[in-house]
């Protein structure tokens, strides 16, 4: 028995060798239908659909996006759904850089799309592949608007001082180089699910968002108004990631480019695919580490005590910048799983009103919850970020011609 699909948002995620999708009532939050293709443009691609409860896989080559929603348009159709024909309000896209150009999210136009191939220098791996699957969506769906939600969007207004590096001012211009943070959809959400869970105004809270996930970036958020992140103009600076380095010294670059010879294309892979947990120890996965780490592995015991010495210096930096902090919190697979994490990030800030329980700390739930101690004065919490509802919602209100935040 297929589920009503009138009024539903299809949200799709494109990025270079894989599309994430869901199909959900931006409303009531009911998920229809969700998958994933793999490995897109490689021998061994797949993809996975799950629907009315039952998943299912085809392993076929998937040269391109095109191909990808071809597969899962035929998924969809064989579980009941017939995309073109489903009633949906909107298709949302992920898309990862809106530059200096977008900063809400925007119905597509062929304008917008024009504007966000000018902006993908500043970030080419993903805006192409978000834009292919803009490209796809408008061609496979005429009738459904598609309306692109900016992984920036969240920080277009960082105070000058946050957003600004200090390099020659000429050059920074030119080049648009500043700090547009990421994965904003998820510090948004998240921390509006924490006003909600304190039952306090949003404007009244001074938050830290830890997302920690693959790609992993803080914020800290004055009266609503985020005023610093960790990633910087692209999703590589900041906090260590699963395979990014985030922070390192400029001058790195320039040695290994000078001494070691690296091309452009070569540091790029270095800093994003073979850095961060996997270049340290050689697994990206938490759950890998922390096993390593209890049968006494010392490579992966150091790649945890980078990870964690990183993420103590933002939370610190964090602190210091809002002056007061109400709430922080822990969200994505690593920041809503890993109990060690969330316990050693914050381990011995007694002195800052910070006490973690330990009990409710190892407690595991996909629920909003408090894991602070009744008398910390500082509410660290676990909030389950949900980055598809959110574009769903934001892209239905936009198709409706609302404006939304
Ligand atoms: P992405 O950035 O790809 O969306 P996620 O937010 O899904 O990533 O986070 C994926 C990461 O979460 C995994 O690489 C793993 O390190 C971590 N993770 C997921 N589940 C657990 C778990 N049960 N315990 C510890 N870590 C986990």
Do not use: W
């Not at 992140?229 to 906090?239: H, K, Q």
């Not at 008398?375 to 404006?403: C, F, H, K, Y």
């Amino acid at each position: 028995m297929s589920t009503s699909t009138d009024g539903a948002v299809l949200v799709l995620n494109a990025g270079s060798s894989s599309l994430k999708y869901q199909l959900l009532h931006p409303d009531t939050t009911e998920v229809i239908a969700e998958g994933i293709a793999e490995r897109i443009g490689e021998d061994e691609s797949s993809i996975t659909h799950e629907q009315n409860g039952e998943s299912s896989t085809r392993t076929e080559p998937l040269d391109d996006i095109s191909a990808a929603l071809d597969a899962a348009s035929e998924m969809f159709a064989a579980a009941g759904t017939d995309l073109a024909d489903a009633g949906l309000s909107a298709v949302g896209h992920r898309v990862v850089h809106g530059g200096r150009s977008f900063f809400h999210p925007t119905l597509v136009t062929d304008e917008v799309v024009s504007e966000i191939s000018r902006i993908s220098t500043l970030a080419p791996l993903h805006n192409k592949a978000n834009l292919a699957g803009i490209e796809v969506a408008r061609k496979k769906l005429p009738d459904v608007p598609s309306v692109a939600v900016f992984d920036t969007a969240f920080f277009h207004d960082l105070p000058d001082e946050a957003a600004t590096y200090a390099i020659d001012r000429g050059v920074a211009h030119l080049h648009a180089v500043r700090r547009y943070g990421f994965h904003g959809t998820s510090h948004q959400y998240v921390s509006g699910k924490v006003a909600e869970f304190l039952g306090r105004e949003y404007n009244d809270l001074n938050q830290i968002v830890l997302h920690l996930g693959n790609g992993a970036s803080a914020s800290a958020i004055d009266h609503g108004e985020p005023i610093d992140t960790s990633m910087g103009m692209t999703p590589l600076e900041g906090l260590v990631m699963g395979t990014r380095s985030g922070d390192i010294d400029p001058g790195v670059l320039l040695h290994l480019s000078r001494v070691a010879k690296l091309s452009n294309d070569q540091l790029d892979t270095l800093l994003n695919k073979n850095s961060g947990l996997k270049g340290l120890c050689g697994d990206n996965d938490f759950r890998t580490i922390t096993a390593r780490m209890d049968s006494g592995d010392e490579n992966a015991k150091r790649a945890y005590k980078v990870y964690i010495h990183r993420l103590r210096r933002y939370i610190g930096a964090y602190m210091i910048e809002l002056g007061n902090v109400d709430a922080i919190t822990f969200t994505a697979g690593v920041g809503e799983n890993a109990d060690n994490v969330r316990r050693d990030a914050l381990a011995g800030l007694e002195n800052y009103g910070i006490v973690i329980d330990d009990e409710r700390n190892s407690l595991r739930s996909k629920q909003a919850r408090r894991i602070s101690t009744d008398s910390s004065t500082v509410d660290v919490l676990v909030v389950p970020t949900n980055e598809e509802l959110a574009i769903a919602r934001q892209a239905a209100a936009v198709a409706r011609g609302e404006q939304p935040e």
